[in-house]
């Protein structure tokens, strides 16, 4: 969820459960990366920057892991 270009929040309920808390970053920042640039739905956000994320979160991207979680998914 996003207010004033700023991350306010995030729900995920999808595959509840417990796993490497990098597979839900790099699946959402999957989501903030598309979704935010028109790839999905039309309506681009060239301002936004799905980076923030990691700043919200307070931690440096593991992008390795990030990568591993979104190739994945495409598996399934």
Do not use: T, V
Request: glycine share 10%; with cysteine.
């Amino acid at each position: 969820m996003i207010e004033d270009g700023k991350i306010s929040g995030f729900l995920d309920l999808g595959k509840a459960g417990l796993a490497d808390r990098y597979q839900d970053i790099a699946l959402c920042y999957r989501s903030l990366q598309n979704n935010c640039s028109g790839a999905y739905g039309g309506k681009s956000y060239p301002a936004f920057d799905p980076d923030l994320l990691f700043e919200e979160l307070g931690i440096q991207p593991d992008w390795e892991k990030i990568k591993y979680y979104i190739l994945l998914d495409e598996l399934f």
